[in-house]
């Protein structure tokens, strides 16, 4: 079967780091994207790890470990508009093209 | 370069009428999908085509949706006869055969079944 986990709630202060974790339950894993939705907004791309380690992206990183079926996306210096939903998805191997989605991690940043 | 472009943003319907939602995928993209997203489920993924054919349609619910891609710069999905629980956001998304980790999505379709 098919199964990621997300916490669904997450709140930080301003300048603060936070950390966004999600495990997987899957068959064909491939790799972890991480996607940001605004409210009212689509899915945009933010990161993704093929190979285990940390991939660094400005304020954003993303982690994988494929041992673990764990990763993370970690957000520095948090600012306001990082105030979002954020959703891991396993990319599949293949010629799927397929992406599952976890069920989002809604952030709140305060002042 | 134009992003996805999806059509209408929002439609407002009763319960019985068809919905049909359009979906231009970006320009040379290999992968068109379709997703629906709703507070209760999530973000589920409902369709996705390869080259203007269906590859995987076991997300979509029921016999009354149904997918279209009769070219490659053009799909439409369509709700007949739509019911109140089919009110959701419909996203539609592309990505490039090399980047399956990239998908574009569109704005969104907001669909409301009265």
């Known amino acids: 079967g098919q199964s990621l986990e997300q916490p669904s709630e997450v709140t930080a202060v301003e300048g603060a780091i936070v950390q966004i974790n999600c495990t997987y339950q899957t068959s064909g894993f491939y790799g972890l994207s991480w996607y940001q939705q605004h409210d009212g907004g689509a899915p945009t791309f933010l990161s993704y790890?093929?190979?285990?380690g940390l991939e660094e992206t400005g304020r954003f990183s993303s982690f994988l470990s494929r041992s673990d079926s764990y990763g993370y996306l970690l957000l520095q210096e948090l600012q306001m508009k990082d105030s979002a939903s954020y959703f891991c998805a396993v990319v599949y191997g293949g010629a799927t093209n397929k992406l599952i989605f976890g069920t989002g991690t809604l952030l709140a940043v305060q002042p | 370069d134009a992003g996805v472009i999806q059509s209408p943003r929002h439609e407002v319907t009763e319960m019985g009428q068809e919905v049909t939602l359009r979906c231009k995928p970006i320009?040379?993209?290999?992968?068109l999908f379709w997703y629906r997203q709703t507070m209760m489920r999530g973000l589920e993924l409902l369709i996705y085509?390869?080259?203007?054919?269906?590859?995987?349609d076991s997300g979509m619910p029921e016999d009354r949706f149904s997918a279209k891609m009769p070219n490659a710069s053009f799909s439409t999905l369509k709700i007949q006869p739509s019911e109140p629980r089919d009110s959701a956001v419909y996203f539609c998304?592309?990505?490039?055969?090399?980047?399956?980790?990239?998908?574009?999505f569109g704005p969104g379709t907001r669909l409301l079944v009265l």
């Open positions: 320009s040379g993209h290999d992968y």
């Open positions: 085509f390869n080259n203007n054919v269906p590859i995987d």
């Open positions: 790890n093929a190979l285990d």
């Open positions: 998304a592309s990505s490039l055969e090399e980047h399956q980790e990239t998908q574009y």
